[in-house]
């Protein structure tokens, strides 16, 4: 018999750091000019973490008003997946530790690594957790700390990236209900694994007994290949995940893609036919903060009341791997906590 158990969104926070770094501070740095990030990225400014401070924190400094929002501080949530691309630590998964920070106890936890579609994912792992009984509350948390993996001198990357975390729980309930996730579309394609990559530091370049290269430790990305990918890819996405549920791109309520881009964003809305008023975009605040970058959108297009009870919301997401996702919702009545 199909099981009729699905995962309900019911919780929601966001949290970046302090510290903001303006477009002016990186023209004053770089080879850039404000002007020239502001009009090919659409962003204005971006948060970066002080020194010492990691994935683990931005991940519990968003966590705790998720589950603040989910009305269970204090315990509830029985599995925690985290969605990184910069975890604390190559070895083990920074999930256990955010969920012994949060007094979590010892329920399982997880990363799950998708780079900018780990939300998706995550989304997706969560699901299943729930759907297989596994669990009845889910804490997903997306944390990402790019400042540490983007080279400073990096122009580019440099004034893409922000860091920053958002974080939903999910409960057990039924698919007809407002916030129930689903359907979901997901990819990937390793042939574009060379694409955005970070080369050292992991098992292929440590067992060469190669030293790694000056540089090598930093994030690359071929930006002009991705850029088109990316756009193909979430519009395609996209209307898989209609197709799947039956519903056309105009009976979308809301678009929140991952904020690669401001261009990026605007082309898929474009493709989709989705108006601009419909698509959810703080790019220009926050910057591209990877796996982050659409529970943060969603958390502050609630507060900012973009996003209403019963709204038709459309995730998608698309990066490394490269690996891409998107999923439906009905947005649920739902009390956003902030940092
Ligand atoms: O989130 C995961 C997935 N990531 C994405 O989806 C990001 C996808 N890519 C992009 O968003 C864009 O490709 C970038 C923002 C990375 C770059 O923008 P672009 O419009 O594609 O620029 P480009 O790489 O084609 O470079 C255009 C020019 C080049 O100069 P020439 O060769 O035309 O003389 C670059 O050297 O802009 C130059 N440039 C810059 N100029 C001033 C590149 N970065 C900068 C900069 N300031 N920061």
């Keep these: ?76 949530a029985d599995a925690v997946v985290l969605a990184t691309t910069t975890p604390d630590r190559l070895c083990p998964a920074t999930a256990p530790e955010v ?92 042939a574009g694994g060379d694409l955005i990559k970070v080369e050292a530091g992991g098992a292929r370049q440590r067992s060469s007994g190669r030293p ?32 799947r549920a039956g519903l056309s791109c105009a009976e979308v309520d809301r678009l929140v893609p991952h904020q690669a881009n401001l261009r990026i964003i605007e082309s898929v809305a474009g493709h989709l036919g989705i108006p601009a008023d419909r698509c959810v975009s703080n790019i220009a605040e926050v910057g591209n903060t990877a796996a982050a970058s659409i529970p943060i959108a969603l958390a502050d297009a609630a507060v900012a009341g973009q996003l209403e009870q019963g709204h038709r919301v459309l995730l998608t997401a698309f990066g490394g791997g490269l690996a891409w996702g998107s999923c439906l919702l009905t947005w649920p009545k739902l009390e956003v906590c902030h940092d």
């Design 212 to 243: 790694a290269s000056p540089g090598e430790e930093f994030f690359t990305m071929d930006g002009r290949s991705v850029y088109r990918q990316a756009v193909e890819r979430m519009s395609a996405s996209s209307r898989g995940v209609l197709g």
């Design 1 to 76: 018999m199909k099981s009729c158990r699905t995962a309900v969104l019911c919780g929601l926070g966001r949290a970046v750091p302090e510290r903001v770094v303006g477009n002016d501070e990186l023209e004053r740095r770089l080879e850039t000019t404000a002007e020239w990030i502001e009009r090919r990225t659409g962003i204005r400014r971006r948060h970066r973490v002080a020194a010492g401070q990691s994935t683990s924190d931005l991940a519990v400094a968003a966590a705790t008003p998720a589950l603040r929002s989910a009305g269970i501080d204090g315990g509830g």
């Design 99 to 190: 969920a012994r920070r949060l007094g979590l106890g010892t329920v399982p936890a997880f990363d799950v690594s998708a780079a900018c579609a780990g939300f998706v994912y995550g989304l997706a792992t969560a699901t299943g957790l729930i759907g297989a009984g596994i669990a009845e509350r889910v804490l997903l948390v997306a944390a990402e700390t790019y400042s540490a993996i983007v080279d400073p001198r990096d122009r580019t990357n440099a004034a893409i990236f922000g860091d920053g975390a958002g974080a939903v729980v999910l409960r057990a309930g039924e698919p007809g209900e407002p916030g129930a996730v689903g359907p979901f579309d997901l990819g990937s394609d390793g």
